[in-house]
């Protein structure tokens, strides 16, 4: 790669000094849970907050990471107030359960998720974004790249996990899941007191709404395959082997509750990841060329083979989600006491984890606000801290398709990069905003042109 200025993408200014814990549950805070974020979080290993009297750790050392997410991790399960506020939606799926019940669906999901099956799902991949790239304009045109992510997230999903379910690739469907996300990590006071089904604000309204839209529909198909799962791909074997291990009401439900599960996971953070990799080679044309390059000798040849021909890409996706990862944070609790480093544990203390903090943290990474791919390049990831970098989280709960969403978006890039070439618009910055995950506030439009 040829030496180039360092590019600083933008991020959301920040206070000097730690805000009270109570704003995060009013005003712009409740919208966007990057708002205000103090100066000082960017330098310490750890801080101690309490919300509601709730003592809340926000832990940034790798040591500490690793003991609660491996060394320890039998004493960090996930939020029980958490697992509460997420029951509806996902009820007892993967995303949500813990224990027995957590490694049962862990076993039946993972070989989806294998090298070997992931491999052989990159023709549907592409076959799913050349398809949706034929909507594209001809000519020169602004496009909201968010929106195109999402859109084609969202049919790769249903083509390589539902067999292509139009259900699922529909426009009203990305409408639910917009309303979903929306509130999913917001810290509002009903929600924190268990009272989220009484909340009359517009926005829990709306996500209410769109919770029953898409667990009918998705039980729907459940019962329209039957316990025999109707067709050979994840959701059949997924509902298959379900009723083969428990009584068939259970099964149904189980089977709902993971598949919106990897339907909502599955495609909302890889459209995130895709937006920002997207507006990052925008800005830098050089880098954009070089990566263009790259793509198109890896697509002249087979398609299962192109992910590892495309080493710079990679390194473009890595800091693309160091920059704006994917999800804005994760949280465990503490079953019993423990010493955590300096910290005192007791039980019931939460450890809130923010890889948008870690990511930037003035300790772990020289110029952390900068876009600079060469971090990832073999001899630099050598060198890093196993948990300073967790995009997809850490230890035994790592994603589960964090294999399948990695090479999604590197075949995506890829042939969006084959025949098009992108522009920011002048005067255009994007807004980084989230409640969970982390999207561009209205969207991405890019100037997008034929090679």
């Known amino acids: 790669m040829t030496a180039q200025p360092l590019f600083t993408p933008p991020y959301p200014a920040r206070v000097a000094d730690w805000l009270p814990s109570w704003r995060g549950m009013f005003g712009e805070r409740v919208r966007n849970s990057l708002y205000g ?134 426009g009203s469907a990305a409408k639910h899941i917009d309303n979903l996300v929306a509130v999913a990590g917001q810290a509002r006071l009903l929600t924190l007191l268990g009272l989220m089904e009484w909340d009359p604000s517009p926005a829990m309204v709306r996500a209410r709404r769109s919770r029953r839209y898409l667990r009918q529909t998705l039980e729907q198909m459940v019962i329209e395959r039957g316990p025999g799962g109707g067709t050979n791909d994840f959701f059949g074997g997924l509902i298959k082997t379900l009723h083969e291990q428990m009584p068939a009401d259970e099964a149904r439900k189980l089977a709902v509750d993971n598949a919106i599960t990897f339907y909502i996971a599955g495609h909302e953070t890889t459209a995130n990841a895709l937006t920002w990799a997207t507006y990052l080679l925008a800005a ?104 300073q970098y967790i995009p997809f989280g850490a230890g035994p709960r790592i994603c589960v398709g964090a294999r399948f969403a990695v090479t999604e978006a590197l075949i995506v890039l890829a042939h969006w990069l084959n025949e098009k070439r992108f522009s920011v618009p002048a005067g255009f910055n994007p807004d980084p905003a989230g409640s969970i995950t982390l999207r561009a506030r209205g969207g991405m439009p890019l100037s997008v042109e034929a090679v």
Do not use: C
């Open 37 to 170: 974020i103090s100066q000082p979080a960017f330098d310490v290993p750890y801080k101690l907050r309490r919300l509601m009297g709730m003592p809340m750790y926000i832990i940034n050392d790798p040591d500490m990471i690793g003991r609660v997410f491996l060394d320890n991790k039998v004493n960090y399960e996930r939020p029980s107030i958490g697992r509460r506020i997420l029951r509806p939606v996902v009820g007892n799926s993967l995303l949500n359960a813990e224990g027995d019940d957590w490694k049962l669906q862990r076993r039946i999901v993972a070989p989806t998720f294998s090298p070997h099956a992931v491999e052989g799902m990159a023709a549907i991949m592409a076959n799913s974004t050349r398809r949706q790239m034929a909507d594209w304009p001809a000519g020169k045109a602004r496009l909201d790249m968010a929106a195109i992510a999402t859109k084609t997230t969202m049919a790769i999903i249903a083509d390589a996990l539902f067999s292509g379910d139009p259900r699922l690739a529909s």
């Open 284 to 387: 830098q044309p050089e880098l954009q060329a070089q990566a263009r390059t790259e793509a198109r000798a890896a697509l002249s040849g087979d398609i299962e083979a192109a992910v590892e021909q495309m080493p710079l890409l990679r390194q473009i996706l890595d800091e693309t989600m160091r920059l704006y990862p994917p999800a804005i944070f994760v949280t465990r609790e503490a079953m019993a006491d423990d010493q955590l480093g300096e910290i005192a544990v007791k039980k019931g203390d939460l450890m809130v984890f923010y890889p948008w903090i870690i990511h930037r943290h003035r300790k772990l990474w020289d110029n952390p606000d900068q876009f600079d791919p060469e971090r990832f390049a073999p001899e630099s990831k050598a060198k890093m801290h196993r948990f």
